[in-house]
């Protein structure tokens, strides 16, 4: 496995999702890369901070600008176990950020479904990196609440 690559970072961002998935949140992980290093990692937070907009995504961008004391993020990477939701995504979009890459599609809720003009233009997509690994935790985490 090549240690700066795709698949390096989304494992980074998948253990972040196992975290969330211990304490009882949605698992869905993040990580923001500059420069082949991480900057940012978040997981769901939403039940914990009681907040509907704790998701792993909005928490790792809002670390991330912290980090480069910079609203901008064109020049980073975000790794998310899952599509981003409308919401995150269009948090991306004012971030303009440089690449989105994520794990699993989302069929019910991903901003893929809306419209690809959520985000900003010059933002690459990039989807099903680890994707197995990625829809099997939110499988067996969903499966075991029901």
């Not at 004391?69 to 440089?98: H, N």
């Amino acid at each position: 496995m090549n240690v700066f690559g795709h698949e390096y970072f989304m494992h980074k961002a998948y253990n972040q999702a196992q975290i969330a998935y211990q304490n009882d949140e949605v698992p869905i992980g993040a990580v923001i890369v500059y420069q082949d290093k991480i900057i940012a990692k978040a997981h769901n937070l939403c039940e914990q901070l009681v907040d509907f907009t704790a998701h792993a995504e909005m928490q790792a961008l809002t670390s991330a600008s912290n980090y480069l004391q910079s609203k901008y993020l064109d020049e980073c990477i975000l790794y998310v176990t899952l599509e981003p939701c409308v919401m995150c995504a269009g948090a991306t979009f004012w971030t303009r950020i440089g690449t989105i890459i994520y794990g699993a599609r989302d069929q019910k809720r991903g901003f893929l479904n809306v419209s690809k003009d959520i985000i900003h233009p010059k933002t690459e997509i990039i989807g099903s990196v680890l994707e197995n690994k990625c829809s099997a935790i939110l499988k067996d985490f969903f499966i075991k609440k029901r």
